[in-house]
Antibody, heavy 113, light 107 residues
Framework: VQLVESGGGLVQPGGSLRLSCAASRFTFSSFEMNWVRQAPGKGLEWVAYISSRGDTIYYADSVKGRFTISRDNAKNSLFLQMNSLRAEDTAVYYC???????WGQGTLVIVSS | DIQMTQSPSVMSASVGDRVTITCRASRGINNYLVWFQQKPGKVPKRLIYESSNLQSGVPSRFSGSRSGTEFTLTISSLQPEDFATYYCLQHNSYPFTFGGGTKVEIK
C-alpha cells in the first residue's frame, strides 16, 4: 500500500488549498478513505471521510462548510479542497485508508499572513 | 459526538515495565476502537484494531482489551523502541474521534 500526499504549503488566512493523495499498490476503489490532521505539537484530529464510491461523506464540525473531500477512483486519487482557511487549520494533513491501517507521509499546511 | 477520554496523558516507565493505557468512550462504540503508536516526526502506526486484534507485524507484547466502554492497551514488557505517543480512535460513529494521546517517557 502506498499513499502519497501533495499540495500543502503556506497560505494566507481566508485562502484556499487543494490537497491530493495518490494511492497505489491496492484497489483504491474498494476502500473508504479519510483525512486526518495533526497541528504542530498536538494530537491527531480526524477531518473527513468518504465512502469507496464517494456517495457518503462526513466532516468534523471544525471544517464543515469549508472543506470538501472527494475522490477520483479512475485516477486512484483522493482530494481535500480547503477554503476559508484559518490559522487553526495549520497542521500536517494525512490521508489514511479505512481503519487506519495505512497512512501517507503527510503534507504540511501553514496558514499565516 | 462520542468523546474518547484517554489516560494517562503522560507516563514514565522503565524498560521491562508492564504499561497500561486506557480510553473510555462517552457511549457505546462496540469494538470499533483502534490503537496507534506515533514516534516523533513519524506517521502513526496501527497496533490494534477492533479493540483487541493485533496488527500483522506488531510484537505480541502489545495487546488490547475491552470492558464495556473502557478500552485498554497493554504493553507487557516495555522495550526501548516503545517509547512513543499512543492514541486511541473510535470509528463506530461520525465524527470519528481520537483520544488525547499518552506519551510514554523513559523513567
Amino acid at each position: 500500500v502506498q499513499l502519497v500526499e501533495s499540495g500543502g504549503g503556506l497560505v494566507q488566512p481566508g485562502g484556499s488549498l487543494r490537497l491530493s493523495c495518490a494511492a497505489s499498490r491496492f484497489t483504491f476503489s474498494s476502500f473508504e478513505m479519510n483525512w486526518v490532521r495533526q497541528a504542530p505539537g498536538k494530537g491527531l484530529e480526524w477531518v473527513a471521510y468518504i465512502s469507496s464510491r464517494g456517495d457518503t461523506i462526513y466532516y468534523a464540525d471544525s471544517v464543515k462548510g469549508r472543506f470538501t473531500i472527494s475522490r477520483d477512483n479512475a485516477k486512484n486519487s483522493l482530494f481535500l479542497q480547503m477554503n476559508s482557511l484559518r490559522a487553526e487549520d495549520t497542521a500536517v494533513y494525512y490521508c489514511a485508508r479505512e481503519g487506519g491501517d495505512s497512512w501517507g507521509q503527510g503534507t504540511l499546511v501553514i496558514v499565516s499572513s | 459526538d462520542i468523546q474518547m477520554t484517554q489516560s494517562p496523558s503522560v507516563m514514565s516507565a522503565s524498560v521491562g515495565d508492564r504499561v497500561t493505557i486506557t480510553c473510555r468512550a462517552s457511549r457505546g462504540i462496540n469494538n470499533y476502537l483502534v490503537w496507534f503508536q506515533q514516534k516523533p516526526g513519524k506517521v502513526p502506526k496501527r497496533l490494534i484494531y477492533e479493540s483487541s486484534n493485533l496488527q500483522s507485524g506488531v510484537p505480541s507484547r502489545f495487546s488490547g482489551s475491552r470492558s464495556g466502554t473502557e478500552f485498554t492497551l497493554t504493553i507487557s514488557s516495555l522495550q526501548p523502541e516503545d517509547f512513543a505517543t499512543y492514541y486511541c480512535l473510535q470509528h463506530n460513529s461520525y465524527p470519528f474521534t481520537f483520544g488525547g494521546g499518552t506519551k510514554v517517557e523513559i523513567k
